[in-house]
């Protein structure tokens, strides 16, 4: 019987899966997951670095959740194209997978935009995945330096995971203060002092220019020595597979109030999706978990028949570093 | 399901559902060695001001933001309808804060967060706050 099928298993997956089983109990359904896990709690990672929190009890779900919710998955394979007309997702080990609605749920990947000297550093990486997580893991050391590109939410979560393991940790960003996006001078300065209490140095207002083996350049013309790096520029949304069938991509898949993307019976939600911003009367990518799980269920309601808006999503994070937290919601910044 | 339901009309504002909830959820078997002399982390808050005041605590929505929303996977919704926390899976975070229409979650005396769970499975067994309010502002029945 032709099912469901969603590509990705993160929390717009697990949203998705719970809201098609609100209406509909019976009909199968395929998910199809790159990362060989079930679906876990992305942002424990720097948790799990930190030794707050345990990789093995990080999963989104109990471990009869599929089962229970009579889905297949397809562990460890990519979807690597869409057939619109003939309503089938082809994986990269070649099987054909037909479906009656599908939902997108790809998140988003790491943004590395070209930098000179990259590729003469050998101990580099990005951190988004639970593979990410362990291979940072198993990499440092107490005499590490790290150097970290990027002082948005991933970066400082990293240094914060990492900074009683290592011996050093710098950070920089172009953005001439932490949190660029979320906070205003103020608030990011009280950030950046927190930070810097726990020994985390910055750079900012200043880029790499060069990377060497072991060091960097900066713009400003200072150096910053390390023997791992970790980028976290930004991150961008997985719409590859929309925009090759002509779906229509914005920064992320733009979809309607109802996780409907341009293409018929594909939906999109999560990271990958552009949804509607109630703060801004227009779409935007809203890359937060809670966003992730609510767009997940509102298009799993509708794929299954039923009819759901969510018209009411806006931006907001709750972010905190060593005990003192940050609460924002709405426009922070006048654009 | 059977909820807490308060009534600011009958509300005195004297906090006594704060002391009984702190107390009921302390597992400590007298009430001065609990809380005397010592700040409370209770469930249940007393809002409002001069005029009027009314407790607030978790009224286990049928569609809960805050278990949605929970980076950690620490809040659910159980079977019986009451939304509970798994205190060693929550890392702070405050998203639960962020996004509770009502308040009704906050950080404990270590920092995790804790909430109302209709105190039945500590040894008070019904709500505390409701069962100790005396002039009946807190109910908890069914609706
Ligand atoms: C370190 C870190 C900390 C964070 N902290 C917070 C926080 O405190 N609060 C908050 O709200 N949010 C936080 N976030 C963001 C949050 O994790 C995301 O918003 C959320 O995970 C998005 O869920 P998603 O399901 O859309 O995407 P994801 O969780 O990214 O899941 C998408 C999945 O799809 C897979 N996939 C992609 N393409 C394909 C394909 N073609 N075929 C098959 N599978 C595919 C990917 O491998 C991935 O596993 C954090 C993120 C990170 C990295
Ligand atoms: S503070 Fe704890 S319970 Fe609340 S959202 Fe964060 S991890 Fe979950």
């Known amino acids: 019987m ?27 359904i395929a998910v199809i997951s790159a990362e060989p896990y079930p679906a876990y709690c992305r942002p424990l990672i ?13 999963n989104a779900r109990p471990a009869d959740f599929y089962e229970k919710n009579g889905c297949t998955v397809f562990y460890g394979k990519t979807a690597v194209r869409i057939d619109p007309d003939g309503h089938t997702v082809t994986l990269d080990d070649g ?3 037909p ?33 990410d997580m362990r291979a940072l893991d198993r990499a440092v050391t107490p005499q590490s330096r790290v150097l970290i590109v990027g002082a948005g939410l991933i970066g400082l979560k990293c240094a914060e995971g990492l900074a009683e393991r290592v011996k050093s940790i710098t950070v920089c960003d172009l ?30 207002g200043d880029t790499v220019a060069q990377f060497s083996k072991d060091h960097a350049v900066m713009k400003s013309g200072k150096t910053a020595a390390f023997d791992t790096l970790v980028l976290a520029v930004g991150v961008r949304a997985n719409t590859a597979l ?22 018929p019976d594909i939906c999109a939600a999560g990271d990958c999706a552009e949804g509607y911003d109630a703060s801004a009367g227009s779409n935007r990518v809203l890359a937060i978990l809670p966003n992730a ?6 298009a799993g309601v509708n794929m299954a028949g039923g009819d759901r808006v969510y018209d009411n999503a806006i931006p907001m994070n709750a972010i905190g570093f060593f005990g003192l937290h940050a609460l924002c919601a709405g426009c922070s910044l006048a654009p | 399901m059977k909820r807490i339901y308060v009534n600011e009309e009958w509300c005195l504002g004297c ?129």
């Open chain 1, 2 to 28: 032709t099912g469901y099928v969603i590509i990705g298993n993160g929390a717009a997956a697990i949203g998705c899966i719970e809201g098609i089983r609100q209406i509909d109990r019976e009909t199968p």
């Open chain 1, 46 to 58: 720097s948790y799990a670095l930190e030794g707050k929190a345990d990789p093995a009890n990080m």
């Open chain 1, 95 to 97: 099987a054909v997978l």
């Open chain 1, 99 to 131: 479906y009656k609605k599908l939902c997108v749920a790809a998140g988003s990947s790491p943004f590395v935009p070209p930098m000179t000297g990259l590729d003469t550093v050998e101990h580099k990486y990005t951190f988004m995945t639970m593979d």
């Open chain 1, 175 to 204: 953005a001439p203060r932490v949190l660029s996006s979320i906070l205003d001078d103020e608030g990011a300065a009280l950030m950046q002092a927190k930070l810097e209490e726990h020994g985390i140095t910055f750079c900012l």
């Open chain 1, 242 to 263: 929309i925009r090759e069938v002509g779906g229509t991509v914005n920064r992320g898949i733009v979809t309607d109030t109802r996780m409907q993307t341009s293409i």
């Open chain 1, 293 to 298: 799980r609510i767009q997940g269920e509102c």
């Open chain 2, 15 to 143: 906090h006594l559902c704060e002391y009984n909830c702190a107390f009921a959820n302390s597992g400590k078997s007298d009430m001065a060695s609990a809380l005397k002399g010592r700040p409370i982390f209770p469930r249940i808050h007393i809002e409002g001001g001069d005029r009027v005041t009314y407790a607030v605590s978790c009224r286990h929505c049928t569609d809960p933001l805050c278990v949605k929303s929970c980076i950690s996977g620490a809040l659910s919704r159980d079977a019986d309808g009451v939304i509970r926390i798994d205190r060693s899976r929550c890392v702070g975070c405050y998203t639960c804060v962020l996004v509770c229409p009502y308040g009704a979650l906050s950080p404990g005396e270590d920092g995790v967060m804790q909430k109302c769970e209709l105190c039945l499975r500590n040894a008070t067994g019904e709500p505390a706050c409701a069962a100790g309010c005396p002039n009946r502002a807190i109910v908890y029945e069914e609706r």
